[in-house]
């Protein structure tokens, strides 16, 4: 090979080759490193969004979420362990990662639907609308979920925004019911207002989120001429001057104090 090249010349090019061999496997050592520093990266986003998934599922444990919304996502929880075994054999637990969900899997196939309660305390409540709000804006944001149709998506967060709205209705207009039923009108009004408030503000709407918030204003205007609320008709006492104007004044209570700007 070196025949043709002068002899003082062969040191030269040995070392010449062997620069080149160092570089070549420096390059190929760093692009194997880029490649392991992205698949960990990945790994990570793939446990952190499978313990997002966890935690609101958490949260709305008991919370009448329907069946097969939680099959779904138990499914999707399951799935994403596995393609995170199949990216990475040695992330640690993993196996028992997989187990854990198949096992949750299992439970939640084999019961029946939660029956809807109405939350006996201000905390269990705000537990459950985090757990909701998280999964709609989990569900609203994800491309795609294992077996799960795009349909389907829209339509589940649809009806996980009717048991958030239900839910939220149904506590306050109890607290502002018992209020009522003590002449605390101003308080009892406070309640009715946070239902409409939330209502208007958090969303995916629907026609049962719209009636609750109808509901919520005819509940308002009956406090206006201190009724306690119910289905029945408004009290025509003093209602022109005293209510008619109650969903108008409620929108302006909403804007922001500007006094002090």
């Given at each position: ?221 009956q406090i206006m001429v201190k009724q306690v609320p119910s289905d029945e008709p408004l009290k025509p006492k003093n209602f022109n001057s ?18 002090s700007a």
């Amino acid at each position: 090979m070196f025949g043709a090249i002068p002899e003082q010349y062969h040191l030269f090019l040995g070392i010449g080759a062997l620069v080149f061999l160092m570089l070549f496997v420096a390059s190929a050592a760093q692009k194997y490193q880029a490649y392991q520093y992205e698949k960990e990266m990945t790994i990570r986003r793939m446990l952190r969004a499978v313990h997002d998934i966890e935690d609101f599922m958490a949260k709305v444990d008991g919370a009448a979420i329907p069946k097969k919304i939680q099959v779904l996502l138990h499914k999707e929880i399951f799935a994403r362990y596995v393609a995170i075994r199949h990216i990475q054999k040695k992330v640690e637990n993993i196996d028992s990662m997989i187990s854990r969900a198949q096992q949750s899997l299992q439970t939640v196939e084999s019961r029946g639907e939660t029956p809807y309660s109405i939350p006996n305390n201000r905390q269990l409540l705000d537990q459950y609308v985090v757990g909701m709000t998280n999964m709609i804006t989990y569900l609203h944001n994800e491309r795609s979920v294992t077996g799960m149709t795009a349909t389907e998506k829209n339509q589940f967060q649809l009806d996980i925004s009717n048991i958030r709205g239900q839910m939220v209705s149904d506590f306050n207009v109890n607290e502002a019911k018992a209020l009522a039923e003590q002449g605390l009108w101003n308080e009892a009004g406070k309640y009715i207002r946070s239902v409409m408030g939330f209502l208007q503000s958090h969303g995916p709407t629907s026609d049962k989120v719209n009636k609750l918030y109808h509901q919520a204003n005819h509940y308002y205007k009956q406090i206006m001429v201190k009724q306690v609320p119910s289905d029945e008709p408004l009290k025509p006492k003093n209602f022109n001057s005293e209510a008619s104007s109650t969903e108008e004044s409620f929108k302006e209570s909403l804007k922001p104090d500007m006094s002090s700007a």
